[in-house]
């Protein structure tokens, strides 16, 4: 039975990196894999992702709220569950959990009332396993600084420390609703000792679930 495998975090923690180790891994156990991410993995989302954090336009947290979750309604439907419905493991650069964190707990709107947005508009499809790659924000964002962007830092990236802050108090309340959904990961350990650890658990799972 495949997995959905969502990784979540702060910026700069260090999701794709995990999320290619995790890809290689999985193919080297001749298992199919699909990896995407959120926003803007579709053409739609492209253009939804462009409103969304290409822009010095200001965007109400509402509007902010309802973008992100058109993205992933149109994702979930064209990309997320016909890929597992053709037997591949999906991972997933952010999903739900994101919009919780940013638009509810970051953006200080109601979580419940982000939540279930989000759950309307991927009808309810949730990852089997999320994995949170947790940073500290002062340190995330100096990481993510260097990058090499190609326009600078999005929207997003360009906000306060303290609404950084506010996301990362959010990601780690939503693991402890859940436990046994989540995997807590340090995310300045070195990357290889995360990939292996992820590796591991996604091993226990897939044996569970054959």
Do not use: N
């Not at 037997?87 to 979580?111: E, F, K, P």
């Not at 609703?177 to 995997?183: H, S, T, V, W």
Request: charged share 25%; aromatic share 6%.
């Amino acid at each position: 039975m495949p997995l959905f495998i969502a990784f979540e975090g702060g910026e700069g923690s260090g999701k794709s990196t995990q999320i290619k180790l995790l890809a290689q891994w999985l193919i080297g156990q001749g298992q199919p894999v699909f990896a995407t991410h959120e926003t803007g993995a579709t053409s739609v989302g492209k253009a939804i992702r462009a409103l969304l954090l290409e822009t010095d336009e200001p965007i109400t947290p509402r509007s902010e709220a309802l973008l992100f979750a058109a993205d992933r309604a149109h994702h979930a439907e064209t990309e997320l569950r016909p890929m597992l419905a053709a037997g591949r493991h999906v991972l997933c650069d952010r999903y739900v959990d994101s919009s919780i964190a940013y638009q509810g707990t970051g953006r200080t709107l109601s979580t419940a009332e982000v939540a279930r947005l989000s759950r309307w508009a991927t009808e309810d499809l949730v990852p089997d396993l999320t994995v949170l790659l947790d940073i500290d924000p002062a340190i995330g964002l100096v990481r993510a600084g260097g990058r090499a962007w190609e326009s600078g830092p999005d929207r997003l990236e360009r906000e306060q420390a303290d609404f950084h802050e506010r996301v990362r108090a959010g990601f780690r309340e939503l693991a402890d609703r859940a436990p046994e959904r989540y995997l807590v990961l340090d995310a300045t350990r070195p990357a290889i000792e995360l990939a292996a650890e992820i590796a591991a658990e996604v091993s226990r799972r897939l044996a569970a679930s054959r």
